[in-house]
T-cell receptor
Framework: DGGITQSPKYLFRKEGQNVTLSCEQNLNHDAMYWYRQDPGQGLRLIYYSQIVNDFQKGDIAEGYSVSREKKESFPLTVTSAQKNPTAFYLC??????????????FGAGTRLSVL | QKEVEQDPGPLSVPEGAIVSLNCTYSNSAFQYFMWYRQYSRKGPELLMYTYSSGNKEDGRFTAQVDKSSKYISLFIRDSQPSDSATYLCAMRNAGNMLTFGGGTRLMVKP
């Protein structure tokens, strides 16, 4: 089955701790994205990567870091500098289609809470 | 002012009703318009994709885009309890970046 796998489903962070959220895709998509979702605020872009070994900051990158060493994988680290990390984190991937079509497909999400 | 505005709801309707969900936007460069459905504690799934103005129908779902008014709609006919979810509109220009509305929570009561 092709898709995007996020793990873990639930994650708890202690004060001052860095935590890493995993995102793996087997869709052979070039681009991958990380979003944060808070109640009533829709999805906000944290980081995105158009190609391996390259990534750019989104709208709310402070306190987060990413790497893109493999096409299939785009892990997100929530650092201790992120003071309000409690949220639902969504990973997406996309690939160009015909007529400018470029659909983003999402994983099932990771819910991060602070202990 | 947000670039994409969407009424958060909740919108509660009886089973079988026609549902109308809407978004307004301010960026005239948006060309591609999408509706995603998100069940509680799940990732969004794409429902409808439209390019430029016009209507697109898929089963019980119709997406409508009016670029002159900067207004998009999603209609659901014969709504079912299984349609209860949060509906997110999303749009983009020629690039890859999506801008999302805040989502409307829909509840369809049996």
């Amino acid at each position: 089955d092709g898709g995007i796998t996020q793990s873990p489903k639930y994650l708890f962070r202690k004060e001052g701790q860095n935590v890493t959220l995993s995102c793996e895709q087997n869709l052979n998509h070039d681009a991958m994205y990380w979003y944060r979702q808070d109640p009533g605020q829709g999805l906000r872009l944290i980081y995105y990567s158009q190609i391996v070994n390259d990534f750019q900051k989104g709208d709310i990158a402070e306190g987060y870091s990413v790497s893109r060493e493999k096409k299939e994988s785009f892990p997100l680290t929530v650092t201790s500098a992120q003071k309000n990390p409690t949220a639902f984190y969504l990973c997406a991937s996309s690939s160009p289609g015909g007529l400018g079509k470029n659909i983003q497909y999402f994983g099932a999400g990771t819910r991060l809470s602070v202990l | 002012q947000k670039e994409v505005e969407q009424d958060p709801g909740p919108l509660s309707v009886p089973e079988g009703a026609i549902v109308s969900l809407n978004c307004t936007y301010s960026n005239s460069a948006f060309q591609y318009f999408m509706w995603y459905r998100q069940y509680s504690r799940k990732g969004p799934e794409l429902l409808m994709y439209t390019y430029s103005s016009g209507n697109k129908e898929d089963g019980r779902f119709t997406a409508q885009v009016d670029k002159s008014s900067k207004y998009i709609s999603l209609f659901i006919r014969d709504s079912q309890p299984s349609d209860s979810a949060t509906y997110l509109c999303a749009m983009r220009n020629a690039g890859n970046m999506l801008t999302f509305g805040g989502g409307t929570r829909l509840m369809v009561k049996p």
